[in-house]
Every structure is written in C-alpha cells, then in structure tokens.
C-alpha cells in the first residue's frame, strides 16, 4: 500500500515547529514493511512558502496528498488542527472516495465516536498509542479486511460505530525502534524556516501521568500510568539524532522526567560520559523533585531550560485542580534554577471557573513576587477545555466562544483571520472542537482574563517590585491595577486597542506611576521611586548586551594607560539603601520605611543576566575621569586632594592601579 501520513498546516509566527516525531515513529514502524511510506509536514511547507495560505489551503493540501497516490492517508490531529483535519479529509473523499482515511492523535482519541458519527468520510480512529495499531490496521487493509479485532480503533461497520477494546499500553518501551529522522526534511531546513539559533528535536522520555488534574487529558490517555525508556536507550537517541540528523537541541518529551531522582542523575550521569553535554536540553518538572544539587547536575548534563507548572496561587485553586503546589519552595527553587544558569519558565493558569477575583489576584501576586526573587520566565493561559477532562465533562455544557485562547491559534490563514468554514465548522460541535471555546469564570469577564494572560507577563519581566510596590501604595487590587494601567496607556496613546509592548513598558510606564501617585496626592513608601528607577535602569543598560572580552594591559607600562569608562554601563545614584531594599523584597518583606542612605551603583549586562554593582564616590569619580584621554598617573593625581591626602602619592597611585585592574575585568573599562 501506499501511505501517506499528514501532519496538518498549522501557523504561529512567534512558536517554533518541530519535527512531528508521532508520524515519524508510525512510519518508522513501516520501514520494514512492504508499505511505501510518505510523510507530508504542512507547517513546514507553510513556513517554506510552499504551500501557501488563503481561502484553498485545504483544497491545496488535499491535491498534495492526492499527487502521492495514496492507498491510505493518515493525519495526526490535535485539538488546534482538528478543523484542518476534518475538511481536508472531506476533500480527498470528494475526489478519491477509494482511499482509507484514518485519524489519531488527543483530540481524535477521546472524541472517537463523535467523530465518526459526524463525519462519514473519516474511516477509523487509532486511540491511543498508534506504533502497533497503525500497522495491524495497514495490514487487514491491505488483505481485503476490515477493523474487527483491532485493538484500540473505532471504525465505522456500515452504519453503526464500532470501538474494539482498549490495546494494552507497551510494557517496554525499549522495543520501540529508534525514530527515522529521514522520513522528513532534515532537521536543519526547521530551523532555518524558523529562523532558530540550533537545530532542535524532540528526544520522548517516556509517556503518561499518574496525577488527576482536571483540565490534563495526559494522564488519560496514558492511563494514569508512567512508563520511561531505559537511559541508555535515551542517550542512544541523542548521540543517533546529533551525529546523523543534525540535532543540536533537544526538548525531553516527559512531564515526569524528575519524578525519580535517580533516574534524572543516571540520564545526567551518561550524558556527560557519552560527551554529549555540550548538546542543550529542554524539560519539564515539578517543584519538589529537584534541588540545587540536582540542578547543578542536569546543568552540567546540558540542560538550559526548564518549566515548572505553578497553575495557580489560590488554595482554593489548586484544590479544584486537583494539584498539590508548595508555594514555600517557589522562590527558593526559582533562585536555585538561575543560579546554576537555567532559565526557569514558570506556567500559571488563570480563570478557572470557580475563580473569584481575589483567586486571580493571588496568582498574579504570586507572579510578580517569583519575578521579584529571580530571573523566569512567566508563561499566563487561560484554562483549555479538552475533550476526555473531568473539566470538559463537567463544565461543557456552559461553554462559550468568545476569545482565543493559546490552543486556539494557529489557523489565522485568512488574511490574519481563521476561514469562514473553520468558524462554521467549530461553531457546529463545542463537544469536538472546545479548545476553540471558553468556561466564563465569576471574577473576571473573559475579555479582561485574555487581557492579562497575554500581557501581564511584561510587567512580572520587567517591573514586578515597582508594580506590586504600586499595588500595595494604592491599595489597589494586581488585576484591577494592571487593567487600569492598559486603560490609561490607551486613552494615552490614543489607540483603539487595549494592548502592550515591552517599547510601551520601558516608555511609559513611569509616567502612568508618576500620574497615579499625583492623583493620589502622597506616597508612604519613600523608597518607591528610586526601586522603579532601579528597575528602569536594568532595562536600559539591558539593550547594551556585553561582549565577551579579555582586559590586558601591560604592567609596566601601566601609568601611561588611558582608560575608557564603557559605554555599556549606566552608573545611577539613589537616595535609599537598594541593595538593602531589593534583598527585603526578594524575602517577601515589604517594608513602608526605610532611612535615607545615598549609594551608588553600576548596571551592567552580561548576556541575559543583569549585574549590579555597589561602588563607592572613589570609583564613580574614578570612572568619570576614565576618558581615554586621562592617564592612569593624570587621574591619580586628579584624585589625589579629595581621596588620598592621608597616605603618600606613590601608595595612592597604587591604589588606582588596582582599581584600573578590578574594574578592567569587570569590563568597567575598556
């Protein structure tokens, strides 16, 4: 037979695409067949501009598929690409009514029967793990018979809808063969199209849940069971993708990758003996089962990001959820994570349908006080309703279109606009299609939740002490604050949307605080304007970057060197003691007073880490003479009467001899 496996179009500028490794693996268990296997990426095609997007997307794709001659034609379908999947198929029945269509995937495996029932050009859903399915399914094919005794498919027996039983998950995983990269374009051409730094694939750890949150079709699917590969299948299949596909990145594919310590440092452990820790690393973890040791050790294994699923700073939250968050050790962890140079994404969930505002607030609180301790990268979404969740079984009766959520963006192929027949056909099925819907929740309309899911990050990245030190000046709920702030920068621009931009941040935002305190009329915090002064500053000296460099000057010729300060630095002085003030915050101490103490620092960037320094008036002054035109001896003796009258000329030359050496290798000076 011939095969064709598709994976639908789909596109988002601002998200990379990977190699879908699902068809990868359902053609690598073909190989050996006799079955002539195609797979089709339509992202990348769209990203190539080879298949172009317009109101005949579908009907281009269908006649791409149909050039291959397919026998049989099989579409990985997630929740976002289900309307792509459904018309595409209508269409290579319309002009091919021979050819099997056969859908899997998420969203296909829980809304089987609906499917079928809706939509009879569709022949058979594959359910779950499709690696043995899939060619038990090929094979009655192509001997003339139909789905009976298949496990884990339901497939349509003239009318009625028929679901054989559920197949046994793969005991070992191990059994798997190593996924075949050459089934697609090389791993390169992603990155490119997608103008990536690395090449990146996707290394699957293992598959399942044992949890039960209430919006997770993971642990559904799988079961609520957990399986892994073996570590040394898995660092097999690194050195395999990087030495013969190109590989220079991977995204660990396993929600429970740290659930076992040890399992983490043998991964670790071989990774680094195999060499292959100069490669990059992605994944996913929960709080408790990493700490700094831990850290340290995946760091030096390669990883460099990773995302720790908060969901919510309510109680009452989490306990609808279902999920059991220690908020004590947030801050801590977040700190570890930066500390040993991994960047954390911190993922929060607002909007659930039991959520008052006060619920929200706690999470956006939360926020702000994680970007306070550490570096992160806050990730906001509105829940998503997913076919098979209790919260779709619930809830779906109360489901509503109103905004686009994350998982309901990709299919903007008209003009920036979904096509009428995607609105047409998501407005026909919520039960099918509710990713594309919404669950109102009490305290805040959806309008207002979308508002701050796509924008309030900005703020936790860029001001989080100056706007939660703003909150508590005014008394003034986070949700209600940063709304009012969105409201003001548009009646202030004069815009007709409520949006905003880092540009908008770094340009505005200190007026909208200087206007809202004037209002006002006083501010308890004294301290509070040199903090957003602070923070303004490190986004100033953040457009700089640092390059790296090595200071050498020549010791013996070191009283004739004329120092340059470097442009790259920006020196602020402040009234109150900010180190002092920015540690309390970072401890969760939100003082109202602090004495007056003048100090003075120095900003730097050092790639994406900001480095503040305290100097004293000695250095500043010292640096304020380094023009390139001043001798180290004419700065001396420049500085000699206010700084060196109590020790002899040649000890306080000395002294700015040091100084030009400590502040050369902290690239002060050029």
Not at 101 to 120: K, M, Q, T
Not at 189 to 210: F, H, N, Q, T, W
Not at 240 to 262: S, W
Not at 297 to 313: F, H, K, P
């Amino acid at each position: 037979m011939k095969i064709v496996l598709v994976f639908p179009p789909f596109y988002l500028e601002s998200m990379y695409n990977l190699a879908p490794l699902g068809l990868i693996n359902l053609a690598t268990a073909l190989k050996n067949s006799p079955h002539q296997v195609v797979v089709i990426d339509f992202v990348l095609a769209i990203r190539q501009r080879t298949l172009k997007m317009g109101k005949n997307i579908y009907g281009d794709c269908a006649e791409r598929i149909l050039d291959e001659a397919p026998d049989l034609v099989g579409f990985s379908a997630q929740c976002t690409t289900y309307p792509a999947v459904v018309q595409i198929s209508e269409k290579i029945r319309n002009k091919r009514p021979d050819v099997k269509i056969v859908v899997g995937g998420h969203n296909a495996s829980f809304v089987d029967r609906l499917c079928l029932e809706r939509y009879p050009f569709v022949d058979c859903i594959v359910r779950g793990e499709g690696e043995i399915s899939f060619p038990e399914l090929v094979s009655a094919y192509e001997s003339g018979k139909n789905e009976e005794g298949i496990l884990g498919v339901t497939y349509r027996n003239s009318k009625d809808i028929v679901r054989n039983n559920e197949r046994d998950l793969i005991s070992n995983l191990d059994d798997l063969p190593l996924p075949d990269y050459s089934f697609l374009p090389p791993l390169a051409k992603y990155r490119d199209e997608c103008e990536l730094a690395r090449s990146i694939a996707i290394l699957e750890v293992g598959r399942g849940c044992p949890h039960k949150c209430i919006y997770c079709s993971e642990c559904l699917m799988w079961r609520r069971s957990t399986r892994s590969f073996s570590v040394s299948r898995l660092v097999k299949e690194m050195g395999n993708l990087y030495q013969n596909f190109g590989a220079e990145c991977f995204l660990l594919a396993y929600d429970q990758f740290t659930a076992r310590r040890k399992f983490v440092e043998s991964f670790c452990h071989q990774v680094i003996h195999e060499g292959l820790n100069h490669l990059p690393w992605y994944c996913i973890s929960r709080l408790d089962t990493v700490d700094a040791k831990l850290l340290a050790l995946m760091r030096e294994a390669g990883c460099e990001s990773m995302c720790y699923g908060i969901d919510s700073g309510s109680k009452k939250t989490l306990s609808f959820i279902r999920k059991n968050i220690d908020h004590g050790i947030l801050y801590q962890r977040v700190v570890e994570t930066a500390d040993n140079e991994i960047i954390p994404t911190l993922s929060y969930v607002i909007g659930f349908p039991v959520e008052e505002k006060g619920d929200i607030d706690e999470t956006l609180w939360l926020a702000l006080r994680a970007g306070i301790v550490g570096n992160n990268n806050p990730l906001i979404q509105l829940p998503t309703v997913l076919p098979g969740t209790d919260l779709h079984s619930q809830y779906g009766d109360r489901l509503v279109r109103e905004v686009d959520t994350y998982f309901a963006l990709g299919l903007e192929f008209d003009g920036g606009k979904r096509l009428a027949s995607d609105e047409e056909i998501i407005d026909s099925d919520p039960k099918i299609y509710s990713s594309f819907y919404n669950l109102p929740c009490p305290g805040r309309s959806l309008e207002e939740l979308n508002l701050i899911a796509s924008h309030f990050p900005l703020m936790v990245r860029f001001y989080p002490k100056s706007f939660l030190l703003l909150s508590l000046e005014l008394g003034e709920s986070v949700s209600d604050l940063f709304l009012r702030w969105l409201n003001w920068l548009q009646g202030h621009l004069g815009r007709r949307e409520l949006v905003l931009s880092p540009q908008d941040c770094f340009l505005h935002f200190r007026e909208f605080v200087s206007n809202t305190l004037t209002e006002r009329g006083k501010t308890v915090r004294k301290h509070f304007p040199d903090v957003l002064k602070y923070e303004n500053t490190a986004l100033e000296v953040g457009k700089y970057g640092a390059e790296k460099s090595v200071f050498h000057i020549d010791i013996g010729q070191i009283s004739e060197f004329k120092p340059i300060k470097s442009k790259k630095i920006i020196i602020e002085k402040f009234d109150f003691d900010l180190p002092g003030v920015i540690l309390d915050l970072k401890r969760g101490n939100f003082k109202e007073s602090y004495p007056e103490k003048e100090t003075l620092l120095v900003f730097t960037q050092d790639d994406e880490l900001l480095d503040v320094s305290e100097i004293n008036a000695f250095v500043r002054d010292f640096l304020g003479l380094c023009d390139g035109k001043r001798s180290v001896q004419g700065i001396s003796q420049e500085l000699y009467q206010q700084y060196g009258q109590d020790m002899k000329p040649e000890k306080f030359f000395d002294g700015c001899v040091e100084a030009v050496q400590i502040l050369g290798k902290k690239r002060f000076i050029e």
